[in-house]
């Protein structure tokens, strides 16, 4: 059974940072593309940013320069560095993952933290 747990949302004024973390669990072989998305209430949810296992990175527009995804394949853990926080970006942040625990990857989400960005 694998499990991707998130950690690190709660709530911070406009301006402010916050950094995320989802750590993998289980039986995995590999992890592929480790990535996180958001929610906002009556939003669809969203592509915030993606990393894989060689490195190749990409950001939303809506958080470039703002937000940083990095990962530790040793410890299968991806990170989000968020940084001059808006009243926009709160929202359920969720991590994902395509895992390898047996002969093809499958597609794994976490429960979601919740990001409120408010003064």
């Known amino acids: 059974q694998v499990q991707l747990v998130e950690s690190g949302g709660g709530l911070v004024q406009p301006g402010g940072s916050l950094r995320l973390s989802c750590a993998a669990s289980g039986r995995i072989r590999s992890i592929y593309t480790m990535a996180w998305y958001r929610q906002a209430p009556g939003k669809q949810r969203e592509l915030v940013a993606s990393i894989t296992s060689g490195g190749n990175i990409n950001h939303a527009d809506s958080v470039k320069g703002r937000f940083t995804i990095s990962r530790d394949n040793g410890k299968n853990t991806v990170y989000l560095q968020m940084n001059s926080l808006k009243p926009e970006d709160t929202a359920v942040y969720y991590c994902?993952?395509?895992?390898?625990?047996?002969?093809?990857?499958?597609?794994?989400w976490g429960q979601g933290t919740q990001v409120t960005v408010s003064s």
């Open positions: 994902n993952a395509d895992i390898l625990t047996g002969y093809s990857y499958v597609n794994y």
